[in-house]
Structures are given as C-alpha cells and as structure tokens.
C-alpha cells in the first residue's frame, strides 16, 4: 500500500488560503486515485475533492466548487488541495486518501485503503 501524509494546514482568516500537501510513498502516486476528506467535531467525514487515476479526471463537493482545486504532482509524487476563499465552516481535520487505480465511487470515504494522519485546517471569523 502507498503510505501518504498530510501537510500545510493552519489557522486562517475567513477569505484567506492554504495550500494541503499529501505526500505519497512506497509507490508512486500515480498508480491511484487520491482523495481528500475532512471531518469537523461532532461530524461524520466527508468527502471534499479527489483526483483519479486515469485522464485525471476531478471531481468536488458541491460547497467546494470553485474555491478549492486538487491537482497532481508526479514528479514530487503529490496531491495538493488549494484551497481559497476559506470559510469558517471549512474548519476540520482534513485527510488524504488513496484508492487503486480503476477504483470507482471516489466520494465515498469505504472506497479507499490508504489513509494519511490529517492535518488541521481552521477558518477564524
């Protein structure tokens, strides 16, 4: 399995930006489909963006649309997640996450079989 950590979390102003890192190893990014989930207190984890394997296609959560961006680095064998114009509510733990390449229903958190630790994200008001 690809072993993958999260980083570039942070505290934020509402309307500011970071940028999310998930750095694969033990194989190569490319063999899979990545996604990204965050969970906030009290809250089931959802699924926020992700990457697949072939034609690189994205797919978003509907609140996300527009604001955030997934793309891949194969050269640094990365996934990152810009994320602008950030919110309060986008206040969570966000984890990245990867599923063999040809894996479908890449919004759903049971599709996939690596798991990075998380990373802090928090929006102030």
Same mark, same amino acid.
């Given at each position: 399995?690809? #072993?993958?950590?999260?980083? /570039?979390?942070?505290?934020? #102003?509402? &309307? @500011? $930006? ?6 694969? %190893? @033990?194989? %190569? =990014? ?20 992700? =990457?697949?394997? $072939?034609? +690189?296609? !994205? +797919? +978003? !959560?509907?609140?996300?649309? @527009?604001?955030? !961006?997934?793309?891949?680095? %194969?050269?640094?064998? /990365?996934? +990152? ?12 733990? *966000? *984890? ?6 040809? $894996? ?7 599709? *996939?079989? %690596?798991? &990075? #630790?998380?990373? #802090? =994200? !928090?929006?102030?008001?």
């Amino acid at each position: 399995q690809v #072993q993958l950590q999260e980083s /570039g979390g942070g505290l934020v #102003q509402a &309307g @500011g $930006s970071l940028r999310l890192s998930c750095a694969a %190893s @033990g194989r %190569s =990014v490319s063999n899979y489909a990545i996604g990204w989930f965050r969970q906030a207190p009290g809250r089931e984890r959802e699924f926020v963006a992700a =990457v697949a394997w $072939s034609v +690189y296609s !994205t +797919y +978003y !959560t509907d609140s996300v649309k @527009g604001r955030f !961006t997934i793309s891949r680095d %194969s050269t640094e064998n /990365g996934v +990152y997640l810009q994320m602008n114009s950030l919110r309060p509510e986008d206040t969570a733990v *966000y *984890y990245c996450a990867g599923a063999w390449r040809g $894996s479908r229903d890449l919004g759903v958190a049971s599709t *996939y079989a %690596s798991w &990075g #630790q998380g990373t #802090q =994200v !928090t929006v102030s008001s």
